[in-house]
């Protein structure tokens, strides 16, 4: 079996990744994603990473509707950890690609080479517009040229000691951008597209793939590696999962039944709306998850139920890892790390 690797994506965003009344209170605070950071650090997770949010949607709950900056946040959490990569998110539209090398640079110098970049183009046209950053005259496609060049700025600026660049969305003037990363960030997209998975074969690391189910997941997946053999590139893939856990298994289903049961109808349709997607389209993964109220593929049960779901999903989607949710991080990172994860070191090696 091929090594995995397991990462956790933190609740720096109130609500989580469960849109609903009923879950355990994921307050976005600092103080939650710290404990957090530390569990998964501590147990020896691969990865932490956070994401940019900029506006919330409504509902109930006003689920999304405080958060953190990532960026930041993780420069505070890189000192908090040890091993795990520490992978920070900006929004293409919204942040200087100058500007990002030399905050990127700093992560690094914090974590000790252990900095990562999430690279998002921009498809949240609420959230963006409210500051006065999104682009109408740029749509989808062309967003990832714009992004492209976003992304050769930041790489060169990180090896080269002056950059000058003439592009159609940015020029550069001797650039100087120093100090130097120790080594190249580890950088990630979650494009689903084809177009999007090229731009991240050319420009990242990792690409995080999210289907409807196993075969959806897959064939994404296919559909990037088949493009880094294009470009003779090499592409790790990653999928999300939540994960509701508890020592009772019948526990652990009771409480993710509650948490469908609680769906907040208001903040899901803000979230559809703020995508951009129709919650008529019955065949789209997002629409399918937030209907159950999860935001991502739920995984449910004690932990031996657990690890042998996360087993077959990562078999079947032909997955390089995962990135984890919970419903509660305290306890379920505890749980995870004391008895899901060595099951899965020694089945993957």
Same mark, same amino acid.
């Given at each position: 079996?091929?090594?995995?690797?397991?990462?956790?994506?933190?609740?720096?965003?109130?609500?989580?990744?469960?849109?609903?009344?009923?879950?355990?209170?994921?307050?976005?605070?600092?103080?939650?994603?710290?404990?957090?950071?530390?569990?998964?650090?501590?147990?020896?997770?691969?990865?932490?990473?956070?994401?940019?949010?900029?506006?919330?949607?409504?509902?109930?709950?006003?689920?999304?509707?405080?958060?953190?900056?990532?960026?930041?946040?993780?420069?505070?959490?890189?000192?908090? #950890? $040890?091993? !795990? +990569?520490? @992978? *920070?998110?900006?929004?293409?539209?919204?942040?200087?690609?100058?500007?990002? =090398?030399?905050? &990127?640079?700093?992560?690094?110098?914090?974590?000790?080479?252990?900095?990562?970049?999430?690279?998002?183009?921009?498809?949240?046209?609420?959230?963006?517009?409210?500051?006065?950053?999104?682009?109408?005259?740029?749509?989808?496609?062309?967003?990832?040229?714009?992004?492209?060049?976003?992304?050769?700025?930041?790489?060169?600026?990180?090896?080269?000691?002056?950059?000058?660049?003439?592009?159609?969305?940015?020029?550069?003037?001797?650039?100087?951008?120093?100090?130097?990363?120790?080594?190249?960030?580890?950088?990630?997209?979650?494009?689903?597209?084809?177009?999007?998975?090229?731009?991240?074969?050319?420009?990242?690391?990792?690409?995080?793939?999210?289907?409807?189910?196993?075969?959806?997941?897959?064939?994404? #997946? $296919?559909? !990037? +590696?088949? @493009? *880094?053999?294009?470009?003779?590139?090499?592409?790790?893939?990653?999928?999300? =999962?939540?994960? &509701?856990?508890?020592?009772?298994?019948?526990?652990?289903?009771?409480?993710?039944?509650?948490?469908?049961?609680?769906?907040?109808?208001?903040?899901?349709?803000?979230?559809?709306?703020?995508?951009?997607?129709?919650?008529?389209?019955?065949?789209?993964?997002?629409?399918?998850?937030?209907?159950?109220?999860?935001?991502?593929?739920?995984?449910?049960?004690?932990?031996?139920?657990?690890?042998?779901?996360?087993?077959?999903?990562?078999?079947?989607?032909?997955?390089?890892?995962?990135?984890?949710?919970?419903?509660?991080?305290?306890?379920?990172?505890?749980?995870?790390?004391?008895?899901?994860?060595?099951?899965?070191?020694?089945?993957?090696?």
């Amino acid at each position: 079996m091929s090594k995995k690797e397991f990462g956790v994506f933190l609740p720096i965003a109130k609500g989580g990744w469960i849109v609903s009344t009923a879950t355990p209170t994921l307050d976005g605070s600092y103080a939650q994603n710290k404990r957090a950071a530390m569990l998964a650090d501590g147990y020896g997770m691969d990865f932490i990473m956070s994401m940019a949010k900029w506006r919330g949607y409504g509902g109930e709950t006003n689920h999304w509707g405080c958060s953190l900056e990532s960026m930041t946040m993780m420069a505070g959490l890189a000192e908090a #950890t $040890q091993h !795990a +990569r520490i @992978i *920070a998110t900006v929004h293409t539209l919204l942040m200087n690609p100058g500007a990002v =090398a030399k905050m &990127v640079s700093t992560l690094d110098q914090i974590s000790n080479g252990r900095a990562g970049l999430n690279i998002v183009s921009g498809s949240f046209r609420d959230e963006l517009n409210q500051m006065g950053a999104w682009r109408d005259d740029i749509d989808h496609d062309e967003r990832y040229a714009y992004a492209q060049e976003w992304s050769t700025i930041v790489n060169r600026l990180w090896t080269e000691p002056r950059v000058d660049f003439d592009g159609k969305y940015f020029t550069l003037e001797d650039c100087v951008s120093e100090p130097k990363p120790a080594k190249k960030p580890f950088t990630v997209c979650a494009g689903q597209s084809e177009r999007g998975l090229r731009f991240t074969v050319r420009n990242a690391d990792a690409c995080f793939v999210g289907g409807k189910d196993d075969a959806e997941t897959r064939s994404i #997946t $296919q559909m !990037a +590696r088949d @493009i *880094a053999k294009e470009y003779d590139e090499s592409i790790k893939c990653y999928c999300m =999962a939540t994960l &509701v856990l508890d020592k009772d298994n019948t526990k652990a289903l009771a409480k993710a039944q509650a948490y469908r049961e609680g769906k907040d109808a208001g903040a899901v349709e803000g979230m559809m709306r703020s995508y951009g997607i129709d919650p008529a389209l019955k065949d789209n993964a997002m629409v399918i998850r937030a209907q159950g109220a999860f935001m991502s593929r739920e995984l449910v049960g004690d932990p031996a139920s657990v690890a042998d779901q996360l087993i077959s999903m990562l078999d079947n989607t032909q997955m390089d890892g995962v990135m984890l949710n919970f419903d509660d991080y305290d306890q379920g990172l505890t749980l995870f790390g004391e008895e899901i994860l060595p099951v899965l070191r020694a089945h993957y090696g």
